[in-house]
């Protein structure tokens, strides 16, 4: 092409780079307590025993934060049989749902401030916490806001009642909106709950009781004991809990289902994945690229149902992967609060050491590893967008979730191929499928064993669709009028 | 003159220079990139940049009806010092106008830098029979325009025309010389995304300098998801080819911070290579008034009102 030669003088000289300035979302938003109890009965129980909740992205000290005790989880438990027992079962559907949507209207009111909270406790991005987990956590209290009052509807003849209490033990991946996806599902269908989140993101549960206080609902309704994992196993246990909904890694929830045998606890999982993401050569190639991305960087990784192998159809494997490598070139990674942050910290040390010993290895085993050029801060944890290609199936990588920004790549040749090999995991959450044929997308949902199949996107969530797994990814479903079932018993 | 089906059937280009397959695109998820990309916080040091290059990379428009020398005068002593209180903001870098009008805008520039493009082949509808668009394009060239701003032919386009299409811009292409071609999709009536696609591709096969979104004169023009469609066309390109091919964005484009939206979709997608005004043009008239406002704020703290920004 021909040049534009602008005369030197004329104009003044242009400046070469454009570096991003930081834009930091205001910290000042949300007060953060120095101490924290237990949220029981509608009071704030004073924790005997307490722990440092910090920021991931900084190592930063936030709050001093309970570590519930049997004694803690039984008060909760008491407080839950007791609402449920006198009232809120017994409350007309009509009127759950009014607290129900003031819980929604209050979150969407003051989503700004959870945002910032999840952010700084959690350590992921802004833009997520304020774009995907508010709006998705207040849109699930809408939904079953809206199922509250017709139930007998979405169960004719079947006669629908609430099963009791619910012990609700949550991880630190979405913390608010797992908190929705269980407590909004529970309290439609007329149940009082008792919820654990992860101890390495307790804060915005405890923000959530101040939700709870402004909408008015009943005390006991909702209860929320903290504490690592004894608390978790101690409301487990309780005798007087007439449900398990657990969220959280595969190994956990086998001990839970072991645990609640022969209890008569009804019991919903929803654990691990290894999702497939299966891109065909006749797919629209930069949009699955984004998919791509989306489904591994999207929250660092640590999502249940990330795209974690990439099945990459042979005949377009060279131009994909080049494309992949330079869209991880701009992905930003750095502090969450950061309005242009992609991605953020690493949610805990553990969790880091275990991202790194994985890579490590798919190092050894004879993977290829790529990263992008990125200078990482120094405090706190974080792990670079990774990329492994030359995988096997065989590799641990391919194999085992790393809940981590790691990407696998493996190739296939046929549909058959790409079924075979996506269903080759015990796991079964959520696939992918790319391609622009729509009787191709068909034929791959109706062999693909996972609960979510998604078509040209990844990630995608929507509280009137069930979510839940096959296999070793659990039981149940979260979401739509099938996420009501859990929380329901049917006299028939 | 279109020879050789190097790509799927209806579809004729010519074997070199090789081109990326047209693929496919995805509207759902085009639209949701290029929503995210524009929900970039640019803030201080960075916004000034943005803003300052968007003045560098504008084509100064008016293409009206009752365009005079006067007015183009005016127009273009606007595009050499578009705040003449603040010697730091630069020039634009053209200003665009009818051909009837190039010989004005010629005077005023002589000497500046500021280049003079004419849009023809029967702007803006293309409807004209090609020896009359090709005769439009030399007599833009002989009254002195530096760059020429082509429709290209969607009548032909969509009815699967592909071979006038490309023939015509190939003809164009000739009769500029060294003149800078720049391509007009109008992609407001290409009605999907694949064919956006499609387009941009024949207009590069075709030897378009740039490919540009838009007349002006339709809506929808300038959304982000059609420009990130046509960047993702000249970044394949690119990288099959090695050729630079010029992005220009025009239409409905009247404020600052959709200046701004354009310039980090460009820079996220193609890179800062293409943050200059050999690869990038943004074409607007009132935009420049609202980034010298911004960029007065952003001096002075306040935001002054709108007489102290020359209308011309």
């Known amino acids: 092409m021909s040049e534009l030669d602008r005369p030197p003088g004329a104009t003044p000289a242009a400046p070469r780079d454009w570096t991003y300035a930081p834009a930091p979302e205001s910290r000042d938003v949300v007060r953060i307590a120095e101490r924290y109890g237990h949220f029981v009965g509608g009071q704030w129980l004073e924790a005997a025993e307490t722990y440092e909740t910090i920021s991931p992205s900084s190592e930063e000290p936030l709050a001093l934060v309970g570590q519930g005790t049997e004694q803690d989880v039984d008060a909760a438990v008491g407080a839950a049989r007791s609402a449920f027992a006198n009232g809120w079962s017994a409350l007309p559907g009509s009127e759950r749902a009014k607290y129900l949507f003031r819980i929604a209207r209050i979150l969407q009111e003051r989503s700004r401030e959870l945002a910032v909270l999840e952010s700084l406790n959690g350590g992921k991005p802004i833009k997520e916490s304020r774009d995907v987990d508010l709006p998705l956590a207040a849109a699930h209290f809408f939904y079953y806001a809206g199922w509250a009052d017709k139930l007998e509807y979405a169960f004719a003849n079947r006669r629908p009642r609430p099963v009791g209490v619910a012990g609700q033990i949550i991880p630190w991946n979405f913390p608010l909106l797992m908190l929705a996806w269980k407590i909004a599902p529970a309290l439609a269908a007329g149940n009082t709950v008792v919820l654990k989140p992860s101890h390495t993101t307790p804060l915005t549960a405890l923000l959530f009781c101040d939700v709870l206080r402004q909408a008015e609902l009943p005390p006991g309704v909702v209860n929320i004991v903290t504490g690592y994992g004894s608390t978790g196993a101690a409301l487990v246990k309780h005798k007087d809990v007439d449900k398990i909904a657990f969220t959280g890694s595969t190994e956990v929830g086998k001990w839970i289902q072991s645990e609640v045998a022969g209890s008569g606890k009804r019991l919903t999982l929803e654990l691990g994945g290894k999702a497939a993401n299966i891109v065909f050569d006749d797919c629209a190639l930069d949009q699955a690229v984004e998919g791509i991305v989306n489904g591994i960087y999207f929250n660092q990784g640590e999502v249940c149902c990330a795209g974690s192998r990439l099945f990459v159809q042979e005949s377009i494997y060279e131009p994909l992967i080049a494309k992949l490598k330079r869209r991880l070139a701009t992905l930003r990674v750095g502090d969450p609060l950061d309005k242009n942050t992609d991605v953020g910290a690493i949610n805990s040390r553990e969790q880091l050491e275990k991202i790194a010993s994985l890579v490590q290895s798919g190092v050894d085993e004879g993977a290829e590893i790529y990263q992008p050029p990125c200078r990482l801060p120094e405090k706190g944890f974080w792990f670079a967008p990774t990329v492994f290609t030359n995988v096997a199936q065989s590799y641990r990588i391919a194999q085992e979730e790393i809940f981590g920004p790691v990407l696998s790549v493996l190739t296939f040749r046929t549909p058959e191929e790409a079924v075979e090999k996506a269903n080759n995991t015990p796991y079964g959450l959520s696939a992918g499928v790319w391609t622009e044929k729509g009787s191709r997308i068909l034929w791959m949902a109706q062999r693909l064993r996972a609960g979510v199949v998604w078509a040209n996107t990844f990630n995608r969530f929507d509280p009137t669709s069930p979510f839940g797994g096959y296999k070793e990814s659990g039981f149940g479903r979260e979401g739509g009028r099938h996420g009501l079932e859990g929380y329901l018993r049917f006299d028939e | ?312």
């Open chain 2, 1 to 312: 003159m279109a020879q050789a089906p190097a790509l799927p059937t209806g579809f004729e280009l010519p074997l070199e220079p090789r081109l990326p397959r047209i693929g496919a695109v995805d509207a759902v998820a085009l639209e949701e990139r290029a929503a995210s990309l524009a929900k970039r916080s640019i803030k201080k040091d960075a916004k000034v940049f943005a803003l300052e290059l968007a003045i560098r990379t504008t084509d100064l428009t008016t293409l009206e009806g009752a365009d005079t020398p006067g007015k183009v005068a005016a127009l273009s002593s606007k595009a050499i010092r578009p705040d003449p209180s603040d010697p730091g903001i630069p020039s634009c870098a053209a200003i665009c106008v009818y051909p009837n009008l190039v010989p004005a805008a010629r005077e005023r520039l002589r000497g500046t830098g500021v280049k003079v493009a004419a849009v023809a082949t029967a702007f803006p509808s293309g409807q004209y029979p090609t020896a009359i668009k090709v005769a439009d394009v030399r007599s833009a060239v002989e009254l002195g325009a530096d760059e020429i701003d082509m429709v290209i032919d969607r009548g032909a386009f969509l009815s699967g025309r592909y071979a006038k299409v490309y023939d015509e811009i190939v003809q164009v292409k000739e009769a500029c010389g060294d003149v800078h071609l720049k391509v007009i999709l109008e992609t407001g009536e290409l009605g999907t995304y694949d064919n956006v696609r499609r387009a941009t591709l024949l207009a590069i096969a075709g030897g378009a300098d740039f490919v540009k979104t838009s007349t002006g004169k339709i809506n929808p023009a300038a959304t982000l998801p059609v420009a990130l469609c046509m960047l993702e066309a000249v970044r394949d390109v690119h990288e099959e080819t090695g050729r630079r091919i010029g992005f220009k964005v025009a239409g409905g484009i009247r404020q600052a911070k959709q200046a701004v939206q354009h310039l980090v979709l460009v820079h996220e997608t193609l890179g800062p290579d293409w943050l200059t005004p050999d690869l990038y043009r943004l074409g607007a008239s009132s935009l420049l008034n609202d980034i010298l406002m911004q960029l007065r704020k952003g001096k002075t703290g306040v935001y002054q009102s709108p007489d102290y920004f020359t209308l011309d």
